[in-house]
């Protein structure tokens, strides 16, 4: 556990919810900072970057992953917009008619969408290559064991088996002293 987490722990629910308002308190003004300095680029990167928000609030896992690929996929699809918009004199008027084209949405959200994919999709893509690679690493120490039973004769095969079921004997001994305790805390 780390010294963070282990600090929050020990905090009591009242400091906990004055912190999360003192956080809170930080981003207000930070966005009332940024509204008042660039206004129309906030109006597009909150419009754009919504699903990006909406990812973060949903998202329960400790590395936030889902987070942080739907919303690097989205800020590309949002970036090109923020370049257009810099260039142009009337900025807040731009802001309202590009948040207003639907293609520009469709734009932004689809590239969100792409980083939806991209999550969903690519653990049990390389996963089934990481599959396919350890079997194939599998299928060549059989034929090196094959080679040495060849070599070395049928008692060292022996030998090696008997050791492989007091190991799987052993796990299983261990295995079951396990069953007992029961682990009621939630992971998240």
């Given amino acids: 556990m780390t010294d963070q987490s282990q600090r ?15 956080y809170l308190t930080w981003v207000l003004l930070l966005l009332a900072f940024f509204a008042v300095i660039a206004g129309a680029t906030l109006i597009l990167i909150i419009i754009g970057m919504l699903p990006t928000i ?13 987070s942080i690929c739907v919303g690097s996929i989205n800020f590309i699809g949002v970036f090109p917009y923020i370049l257009s918009l810099w ?14 084209d639907i293609f520009t949405l469709l734009v932004m959200y689809s590239a969100a969408a792409f980083g939806w994919l991209l999550f969903l999709t690519l653990p049990s893509i390389i996963s089934s290559f990481v599959i396919v690679l350890q079997q194939r690493k599998v299928a060549q120490l059989r034929g090196e064991q094959k080679d040495l039973i060849e070599e070395w004769g049928e008692d060292v095969a022996a030998i090696v088996e008997m050791q492989k079921l007091e190991a799987q004997e052993q796990h299983m001994e261990h295995g079951m ?4 305790e029961v682990d009621l805390e939630p992971r998240f």
């Fill in 177 to 180: 002293e396990g069953m007992h």
């Fill in 87 to 100: 260039s142009q004199f009337d900025q807040l008027d731009s802001a309202m008619a590009m948040v207003g």
């Fill in 54 to 66: 909406v990812a973060f609030i949903i998202d329960r896992s400790k590395g936030k992953t889902a």
């Fill in 8 to 22: 929050m722990q020990d905090l009591t629910p009242d400091q906990q919810r004055q912190r999360g308002r003192s």
